[in-house]
């Protein structure tokens, strides 16, 4: 199986509620490795450029004013399969559909707001990844 890398981030929803070490044990517990992290207040603009595929969706501006209402946690996560296996940490975007024990059932208040962002796919992994590390800060395997 391929070592893979994925950008996470704990939405300020989870760091607000002080949930960022509840969050990194389920990674760690699931054989995920943190290998870059920081906390970040987003700027309108960061936060515009990353969500930019969603820019003609309705919840555009709600969602960068809720990403930049306060600091996140942002990290690369290591390991086989981190991609999918993150995203099945994480559960439906929408906390109404997520599954028993992932972390937006348990944590998320609703679609807008739901606690952790995880990449989707290889190619927005990588891209993900580079928007806010230089590969010399990234320190995994
Ligand atoms: P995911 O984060 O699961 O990959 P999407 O890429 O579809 O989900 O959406 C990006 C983010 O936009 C979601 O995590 C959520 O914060 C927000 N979002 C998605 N759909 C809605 C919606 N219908 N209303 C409000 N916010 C939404
Ligand atoms: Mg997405």
Do not use: C
């Amino acid at each position: 199986m391929a070592i893979e890398r994925t950008l996470s981030i704990i939405k300020p929803d989870g760091v607000e509620r002080n949930l960022i070490g509840s969050i990194l044990k389920r990674f760690e517990d699931a054989g995920l490795k943190v290998a870059a992290a920081r906390l970040s207040h987003l700027s309108q603009q960061e936060a515009e450029g990353f969500y930019a595929v969603h820019s003609e969706r309705p919840f555009f501006g709600e969602l960068v004013e809720f990403m930049t209402r306060s600091p996140v946690f942002i990290s690369v996560l290591e390991g086989e399969n981190a991609i999918l296996r993150n995203r099945e940490i994480m559960g439906a975007t929408n906390p109404a559909e997520a599954a028993e024990g992932t972390i937006r059932k348990d944590f998320a208040k609703s679609i807008g707001e739901n606690t952790v962002h995880g990449s989707d796919g290889p190619d927005t992994a990588r891209d993900e990844i580079a928007y806010f590390f230089p590969s010399s800060q990234v320190y995994g395997g």
